[in-house]
Antibody
């Protein structure tokens, strides 16, 4: 069974750093792209970026380029999303998802990680 | 960047109604379009990929059509479990979402 399990909720202060994780299981982790999607409170879905764990090829949405870093450790089947200096506006739910099958769609999703940034 | 525009943003309907949601791309995306359903507090769920292919396990009352720049998601007979928000997505962009509410 394909599963993506994300790390737990985080409460941080502005300016702090953070790295959240997404562990894949039940499939060949190195053979599928993993994407990250942001959902701010009460808002829609935003495509942040995507990584191919097989060779760490990474693509970012222009809106998120330079704001976050996406990485992966294929030895432990885990993808990461990190911030070097959080802002209050980073408060959101973050989902990881596997890009599988035809059509660039996300067929399996993690349960989400809620990040709250508040002083 | 490709922009995806969904309409309407909110839709009020009754159980049994036929519902259609539209998604327009700012440039041709061939058939590279997916539709998702999201319920409050839950991760999105893939319904349709490549514009018209039904994901395994998704009820057949859901269907997708279109190519190029205009696409539709149709629910042939709305069920109580279908009240949710629906998003289209192509490549690196999601549409703004359509909330389907009870009339």
């Amino acid at each position: 069974e394909v599963q993506l399990v994300q790390s737990g909720a985080e409460v941080k202060k502005p300016g702090e750093s953070l790295k959240i994780s997404c562990k894949g299981s039940g499939y060949s982790f190195t053979s599928y792209w993993i994407g990250w999607v942001r959902q701010m409170p009460g808002k829609g879905l935003e495509w942040m970026g995507i990584i191919y764990p097989g060779d760490s090829d990474t693509r970012y949405s222009p809106s998120f380029q330079g704001q976050v870093t996406i990485s992966a450790d294929k030895s432990i089947s885990t993808a990461y999303l990190q911030w070097s200096s959080l802002k209050a506006s980073d408060t959101a739910m973050y989902y990881c998802a596997r890009r599988g099958g035809p059509g660039f769609c996300f067929d399996y999703w993690g349960q989400g990680t809620l990040v709250t940034v508040s002083s | 960047d490709i922009q995806m525009t969904q309409s309407p943003s909110t839709l009020s309907a009754s159980v049994g109604d036929r519902v259609t949601i539209t998604c327009r791309a700012s440039q041709s995306i061939s058939s590279w379009l997916a539709w998702y359903q999201q319920k409050p507090g839950k991760a999105p769920k893939l319904l349709i990929y490549k514009a018209s292919s039904l994901e395994s396990g998704v009820p057949s009352r859901f269907s997708g059509s279109g190519s190029g720049t205009e696409f539709t998601l149709t629910i042939s007979s709305l069920q109580p479990d279908d009240f949710a928000t629906y998003y289209c997505q192509s490549l690196g962009t999601f549409g703004g979402g359509t909330k389907v509410e009870i009339k």
